[in-house]
């Protein structure tokens, strides 16, 4: 009976042995040399036909420990196998560190309580196997300077939070389409397809070395705040088309662009980001017609980039810190965008040199432009509704402002159009409309920027000279403080102005005929808003003081639909007649201005489904008998 019990007790101990791994502290090896006992090797000699083994440990990091396993600069052959790491919770830090190292594998190791789950840094020939992550923030990061640094053998036995890991790596003319998981990696491809998958909660989606192909109406986003990186990346990827994406509520960038060039990206929805779009050392790529939501910075571009134009983007919602921000990036191009909304529209930092500002709209911030950088040519934008129009902020006598060009722009209801800082030198403003709305439409502190250019000046909302000779150039200066500079050619008229209304101001003109109940035919002269950023801005920051100009603007859409007008930022009456697909009258009636006590905004819309929306002068629709029975023909270009 004794012996009985006995042989229980010593299957109930090797039971225990089996179910649970014997403890060991983090591993680090840095060089083939310290691959041994204490590090936790438990056989082996380091060739490919016999690889050391470091298998069966359970680690647990202690806190402030980056790697549970940190493995670099190594040659020889290795396998990890069935390892349980846990606690890896540095965000610089991982579970798995494998850096310069080759014909590694990693085997059927548990990863569990960790931010980071594996990282494979500079190496070559690693295979990753039947390997099990929880992590809250990356499962696994792949980064290297060549796409040899890529080529890895990693299938979908591997699992990021119960979802196989996608690693596609040589393909050509390939699609992939329908994946719905937390990781997907697409490196050393070309002519690839990437559509209609979902990556939620992970690692995104994420090319290296992809070139020619169209990524198209994936998702990537998160849930909750698990600490993930960028919605899709392209890492030295170039001339791919990036579109109909919806990137949402991501921890970095919703598109991140590193080393890549020549990309476009195209109607995608960046909803909540931290950045919509980030450039970084990337030349040539083309950022236009997306919707940018809620990001505090909707469209960066940094690190050396140059000849990127971004262009027709809607950036709006005031979690918006920066709209657009140039920094340490030359070159640039940033144009019609329609900017509402934003703390900051547009941001010229430091070293944000030779970049081209132009026929943007940007209303209802706190600064319309900041400029740091200098040689910067700013013309043809709307500022409207700001604290600051143009802002040269103070940099206390750490970088001189300089030799920007500030041109051809109208600002309207700011509480000052423009500030020159003391450190600003040899700026040219001229040809702008001043209508501002405080007493100093601007303030100059800086030493000999200029005011007037080969004798045209700008127009001042205060200035109360004559004209007697009738040549458009007031008689007399108008003097700039504290400076004492001089404008010397002031304009007196604002005619000119309808071209610098920033999106406005380079919309096709058109003509259409509105034939009325009784047969008479009615001519209009409109603006075509046949775009999403062109719909969207409208008359938003159109100047009051320009309201005898108001012009005509039709809207027209792809689609019938019954959507809502708002007069969200339009100070001024209009009205709205709207007209469906054949041209038939679908309602209309006068927009009224919201007030400081409305705090539901009306919405306007039409009785039915309308393809066209004409938005006019106030009076215009009753005026002229429009009505039931009357009948739109589409416009002809002028």
């Known amino acids: 009976m004794k012996k009985i019990f006995w042989f229980f007790l010593v299957g109930i101990f090797a039971l225990s ?11 680090t090896i840095l060089g083939d040399s310290d691959f041994t006992a204490d590090n936790g090797v438990l056989s082996g000699s380091g060739t490919e ?92 990061r792949v980064t290297g300077e060549t796409a040899a640094e890529y080529n890895h053998t990693i299938d979908e036995t591997n699992l990021l939070n119960d979802h196989p890991i996608e690693y596609i790596y040589g393909r050509n003319g390939e699609t992939i389409s329908g994946i719905k998981g937390t990781s997907l990696y697409v490196v050393a491809s070309s002519n690839m397809t990437i559509e209609k998958n979902e990556i939620v909660n992970g690692d995104g989606i994420q090319l290296a070395f992809v070139k020619d192909s169209v990524i198209r109406d994936n998702q990537a986003y998160r849930e909750n705040p698990v600490y993930t990186e960028h919605g899709i990346t392209l890492y030295r990827s170039d001339n791919n088309k990036v579109t109909g994406n919806v990137l949402k509520n991501n921890r970095f960038a919703g598109v991140y662009l590193w080393l890549s060039n020549g990309n476009e990206i195209v109607q995608n929805q960046l909803l909540a980001n931290n950045y919509g779009v980030l450039v970084s050392a990337s030349d040539d790529n083309a950022i236009h017609d997306n919707v940018v939501f809620a990001n505090p910075t909707g469209i960066q571009v940094t690190a050396g980039s140059k000849g990127n134009k971004i262009s027709k983007n809607i950036i709006y919602q005031e979690n918006t810190k920066y709209g657009v921000a140039i920094e340490q990036a030359t070159g640039n191009e940033v144009s019609r965008n329609a900017i509402v909304d934003a703390e900051t529209g ?30 910067n040519d700013i013309s043809r934008n709307l500022i409207s509704q700001q604290r600051q129009g143009i802002l040269f902020p103070e940099t206390y006598g750490k970088r001189k402002i ?33 209508f501002g709305q405080g007493k100093a439409l601007v303030e100059d502190y800086g030493k000999g920027n200029m005011w007037t250019r080969e004798g045209r000046g700008n127009f001042w909302g205060t200035y109360s000279g004559s004209d007697a000779d009738g040549d ?15 404008d010397t050619a002031p304009l007196v008229s604002t005619d000119a102005a ?41 008359f938003r920051g159109y100047p009051p003081s320009l309201r005898d100009l108001v012009p005509a603007i039709l809207f027209v859409y792809n689609q019938e639909f019954q959507g809502n007008f708002v007069m969200d930022t339009v100070h001024f009456p209009l009205d709205i007649a709207f007209f469906d697909k054949s041209g038939k009258f679908a309602g209309g009636t006068t927009m009224a201005v919201y007030t400081d006590k409305d705090k539901n905004k009306k919405l306007y819309t039409a009785k039915r489904p309308f393809l066209y929306a004409l938005e006019l002068p106030e009076g215009f629709i009753a005026a002229h008998g429009i009505g039931e029975g009357t009948i739109l023909t589409p416009p002809t270009a002028e």
């Not at 040199?353 to 432009?369: K, P, S």
Request: proline share 5%.
């Open 17 to 27: 042995l089996v179910g649970s791994a014997a403890q060991h502290p983090p591993i």
């Open 49 to 140: 036909e016999d690889p050391y083994v470091i298998a069966g440990w359970e680690i647990t990091l202690p806190h402030g420990a980056p790697y549970g396993v940190n493995i670099q600069n190594t040659t020889a052959h290795f396998v990890l196998r069935g390892l349980i790491i846990q606690g890896a919770t540095d965000p610089k830090g991982a579970a798995i560190h494998l850096a310069f190292v080759s014909g590694a594998r990693v085997e059927n190791c548990s990863i569990t309580n960790s931010l980071n789950g594996i990282e494979i840094a500079s190496s070559t020939g690693v295979t990753l196997k039947g390997n099990v992550l929880y992590v809250q923030g990356l499962g696994l």
């Open 346 to 375: 547009i941001y010229l930092g430091a070293q944000g040199n030779n970049n081209t500002v132009t026929l943007n709209t940007v209303v209802a911030g706190a600064y319309g432009i900041e400029v740091i950088g200098s040689y």
């Open 402 to 434: 300089i030799g920007n060009a500030i041109h051809d722009n109208v600002f309207s209801e700011n509480d000052r159009d423009l500030y020159l800082n003391h450190d600003s030198q040899v700026n040219v403003i001229y040809g702008n409309f001043l």
């Open 472 to 486: 458009g150039i007031g008689d007399t200066p108008m003097t700039v403080y504290p400076s004492a500079a001089q």
């Open 498 to 538: 309808a071209d610098d209304l920033g999106v406005l101001g380079d919309l096709p003109r058109g003509s259409v005929v509105l034939t009325l109940k009784d047969g008479t035919k009615l001519p209009i002269t409109v603006l075509i808003a046949d775009e999403g950023y062109s719909r969207f801005t409208g």
